[in-house]
């Protein structure tokens, strides 16, 4: 969140270490703690959540959901306590939300208010500011929702709610979960039946957790135009029934290590408790295709999901054309793909990836400046990054460089890892971001590194 004491940036220095070894184990996965938060405020009784992200980003999830009457406590063993004031019983919140730095809590709770007869403002910082509302403001207008934003259709924004809602069906015109997500959590309170159409399958989390919180909800896959749809519908009025839920670790988050690990020479990394949910799952696959030795061990189920633990090895990569129709499943993790691409023999071509441009930064441009910056070989196109690799020697970027972050954690956080495959080591601008998603990252990174 912005709402940072200290509001100074605070540079860093990532300098090469040793081989990174041991095991090491990432924070809960951040998608699904936002959704327990989320589902658990709108069950009657007490859900219980384990291994909940504590990062500022999920944080403002509990804070919102506590602004609009649910209980929510965190216990001295680190479970979090829920309890919800049921479907259409949330309460207008006295003061504006503030979403800090993330666009998951801020489109998701936009769905939620959009049925309740409240009325609610979201604010956030200066990247999610600039972040584009109109995607969820489309679809909740439809509903009977009202709005005022921000030129541009951006935060600050009012939202009037209303109940009765109007049931809809939607065709999603951008792959985004968040928008699937805000759709179907504003046809929880709305008589009927909500449908969304989905032309190209997205992390399908909010599915998952509405049927165990007990939604009446089906997919059904049919032949579209371009290849399989998703069809989703979602019974309205549903009565949500509390739950115990044990958050697997973030693969957005492994990712970080997982390519350190493949990068730094002598490394051999497990990664312990990855969810390897299908729908996010692409980059570990790119990156076997690029040769990189990434072995699951001991696969399982945890609340619900996929997962297993990882075991890395240090390995030579080769360039590749990555298939744009597995953007969707890897969406977060392009910025440390770009690096792993940067370390590789030959080239690695992207494509297809205009969603980059509105996360927390433009992240094509941001890391075609830091990678650059770095002394990698980076071309900017349009709709992705051509790479061509140093063949596993390491970066050399200019002595004064400075990997600018925007406010944006996966840019801070790869650069990092780029600092570990450089000579001169990488200076990221301000390391603050990185709370968002992945508090205790650098400490992780020095344990691994140390053995
Ligand atoms: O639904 C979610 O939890 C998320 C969806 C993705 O956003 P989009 O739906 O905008 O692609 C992703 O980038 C974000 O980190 C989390
Ligand atoms: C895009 C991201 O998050 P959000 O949209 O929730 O800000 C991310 O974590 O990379």
Do not use: C
């Amino acid at each position: 969140m912005s709402a940072s004491p200290d509001t100074s940036p605070q540079p860093r220095r990532f300098i090469p270490a040793g081989p990174l070894t041991g095991s090491i184990r990432v924070p809960g996965d951040k998608s699904i703690s936002h959704r327990s938060l989320m589902l658990g405020a709108l069950a009657v009784g007490e859900t219980r959540v384990t291994g909940l992200l504590e990062g500022e980003d999920v944080l403002a999830t509990a804070a919102a959901m506590r602004a609009m009457g649910a209980t929510i406590t965190r216990e001295q063993d680190g479970t979090w306590s829920i309890f919800g004031v049921g479907v259409g019983g949330l309460l207008q919140p006295a003061e504006p939300l503030d979403m800090g730095n993330s666009g998951t809590s801020t489109r998701l709770l936009m769905g939620l208010v959009a049925s309740h007869a409240i009325t609610a403002t979201f604010v956030g910082d200066a990247s999610l500011s600039r972040r584009p509302m109109g995607r969820v403001i489309d679809p909740l207008s439809l509903i009977g929702a009202e709005f005022e934003a921000s030129e541009g259709g951006t935060l600050p924004l009012t939202l009037r709610g209303i109940s009765p809602a109007v049931p809809i069906t939607y065709r999603l015109p951008v792959a985004s979960a968040q928008v699937k997500s805000a759709v179907l959590l504003a046809g929880l309170n709305t008589a009927g039946i909500t449908t969304v159409i989905e032309p190209v399958p997205t992390r399908d989390h909010s599915e998952r957790m509405l049927r165990g919180f007990g939604a009446e909800l089906t997919v059904e896959e049919v032949d579209g135009a371009d290849g399989p749809e998703r069809i989703i519908t979602l019974t309205g009025e549903a009565e949500l029934k509390p739950q115990t839920i044990e958050v697997p670790g973030d693969p957005s988050s492994a990712a970080f290590f997982v390519v350190a690990a493949l990068l730094v020479p002598g490394s051999d990394l497990l990664v312990e408790n990855v969810g390897l949910n299908p729908t996010r799952a692409g980059l570990f696959e790119v990156l076997r295709q690029m040769g990189g030795s990434i072995e699951e061990v001991n696969a399982r189920e945890v609340g619900g999901e996929p997962v297993a633990d990882l075991r890395v090895r240090h390995s030579q990569l080769t360039g590749i054309e990555v298939d744009p129709a597995i953007a969707p499943a890897m969406i977060d993790e392009f910025p440390i793909l770009f690096v792993a691409a940067a370390l590789a023999k030959g080239t690695t071509t992207t494509s297809g990836l205009d969603e980059l441009r509105v996360k927390e930064s433009d992240r094509l441009t941001a890391m075609a400046q830091a990678l650059t910056g770095a002394g990698a070989s980076v071309e900017e196109r349009e709709d992705g990054l051509v790479i061509h690799g140093t063949g596993g020697a390491r970066l050399r970027g200019s002595a004064n460089s400075r990997a600018r972050t925007h406010l944006d954690h996966r840019i801070a956080m790869s650069m990092a890892v780029a600092g570990l495959a450089s000579d001169d080591g990488v200076l990221v601008d301000d390391v603050r971001p990185i709370a968002t998603s992945f508090p205790n990252f650098i400490a992780l990174m020095e344990g691994a590194a140390a053995g």
